[in-house]
């Protein structure tokens, strides 16, 4: 939530509460009006675009081919209905995904510490693989150490997210998600497989000797992971959707609203279902052209993008194509790519964080500094999101294992944060504005297919079930 005070005190909160009751939700944007509302919807599409889309799914394709295709088609799918969950919160209710879960009845604010525990190690460590991949492509340009650019880089994003430069951070990922959707969709079709060996991957199977390793932190970043998704509300809260629009301190008092406030609210979720639809076909079209890139120039030549080569081995994806001047264009697009996801994933990280610990600590009666999101979010930038992650890369250099670490834990906790949504929208919203039931049947399968992964991933990981050879 917006809060730039020290300290609120209940009386104040009281009083913002009916001024808010008494303002008037806005009317929904129509026609192409709607177009100037896609950012926080881009920003959720770019989040995990470096490495769901341009590190594991070539990666992916070049270790089995189009074998997988129906998972990455499940994976996106699935979550527009999880995405789709958490907007829905945020523009009806005005507050924040965590917000709702300390409603979650238990130990106070047991569902907080279940989020922010393992999204510490999340956050470090996807920070430090994304610009540790982007500084691979500044090399070859500028020569140089890997560890030099990782550190500037790191630097660099953090400072642009720690002055608090939300619209240029929305600006620049949609730019970049749109250019690089087209450039990778026109390489995609030159080299478009035969449509037979491609259907192929639509039949659900587990190719030999699979590496759930692998597997499953693709499936984790593809489109967005669990942080990733929480995400999206406090972009949408940030953009001004729906109820967020009267910056109130606490979640919309639907007793306080007639049935034309509902049915505004209710265009707003339609808009944010729109703009949530277009991010997700946009996502899925990188991500199948990504495929086909690594399935088709990649997996011939026994290639597979890894630590200090990932600008390298993925520059040949166009190279091949187009020479030189592919190769270069490619190699832009990583460095870009991977730069414009490390701000929206500290800008992400860092809104995230302060959101829960201002909730923890208020939990413990805390009212200081402390409790002051704009401090707390500059706090967790300079630290969580800046000087750790740099800590981190110079000790283990390995971009890419990183990011596996980071995405296995996603994958991981997709279904809790999917199953916190479904319980926080069935009893905080009214009827009215609850989900259909294809939506919220969609959101359970969602849950239960992340949930098998998982439990798979966690049993080769203990050796309960056995792997084949190596896949890096």
């Known amino acids: 939530m917006n809060r730039d005070s020290e300290y609120t005190s209940p009386a104040q909160i009281t009083n913002q509460q009916h001024q808010g009751s008494d303002r008037q939700i806005p009317q929904p944007p129509e026609g192409w009006e709607r177009f100037k509302w896609l950012g926080p919807s881009f920003l959720w599409m770019l989040s995990a675009a470096g490495s769901g889309e341009l590190l594991f799914t070539p990666r992916i394709a070049a270790l089995y081919g189009y074998s997988l295709l129906w998972a990455l088609l499940a994976a996106v799918i699935l979550k527009w209905f999880i995405n789709n969950e958490v907007g829905r919160f945020s523009v009806c209710t005005g507050a924040t995904i965590l917000e709702g879960f300390k409603q979650i009845p238990g130990p106070k604010n047991w569902t907080i510490w279940l989020i922010l525990l393992p999204q510490l190690v999340v956050a470090i460590s996807t920070v430090a693989g994304l610009a540790g991949a982007a500084a691979t492509a500044l090399i070859l340009v500028t020569g140089g150490s890997v560890q030099l650019w990782t550190v500037i880089i790191i630097a660099v994003t953090a400072t642009i997210v720690f002055l608090g430069q939300y619209k240029v951070v929305e600006k620049i990922s949609s730019f970049i998600g749109i250019g690089r959707t087209l450039a990778v969709v026109a390489a995609a079709i030159f080299v478009f497989p035969n449509l037979r ?134 190699v832009a697009i990583v460095f870009i790519t991977f730069c414009s996801t490390t701000l929206s994933v500290q800008d992400g990280f860092g809104r995230m964080f302060a959101d829960g610990t201002q909730i923890l600590l208020q939990g413990f009666g805390v009212q200081n500094r402390w409790t002051n999101e704009k401090f707390l979010q500059r706090f967790y930038v300079a630290l969580l999101l800046a000087v750790l992650p740099i800590a981190i890369y110079l000790i283990f250099g390995e971009p890419v294992a990183l990011l596996q670490i980071a995405g296995g834990i996603e994958a991981a906790h997709i279904p809790i944060v999917t199953g916190l949504t479904l319980y926080v929208n069935h009893r905080m919203l009214p009827e009215e504005l609850r989900p259909s039931k294809f939506i919220w049947g969609g959101t359970v399968i969602a849950g239960i297919f992340f949930a098998c992964f998982a439990v798979i991933y966690l049993l080769q990981l203990t050796g309960i079930i056995g792997t084949g050879g190596s896949g890096s």
Do not use: C, H
């Open 197 to 330: 060996k491609l259907a192929a991957g639509l039949v659900p199977q587990i190719p030999p000797n699979v590496q759930y390793q692998e597997i499953l932190p693709w499936l984790g970043f593809m489109l967005a992971g669990a942080a990733g998704l929480m995400w999206y509300s406090y972009w949408v809260e940030a953009r001004g959707y729906g109820a967020a629009s009267l910056k109130q301190e606490e979640p919309l008092d639907f007793s306080q609203i007639d049935s034309q406030q509902t049915k505004k609210l209710q265009g707003w979720v339609t808009l944010m279902s729109f703009s949530n639809t277009l991010a997700v076909v946009g996502a899925l079209l990188a991500a199948l052209a990504f495929l086909i890139l690594g399935g088709e120039l990649l997996r011939p030549q026994g290639l597979v993008p890894k630590e200090q080569q990932v600008a390298e081995i993925l520059g040949s994806l166009l190279g091949d194509l187009w020479g030189p001047f592919g190769f270069w264009f490619m």
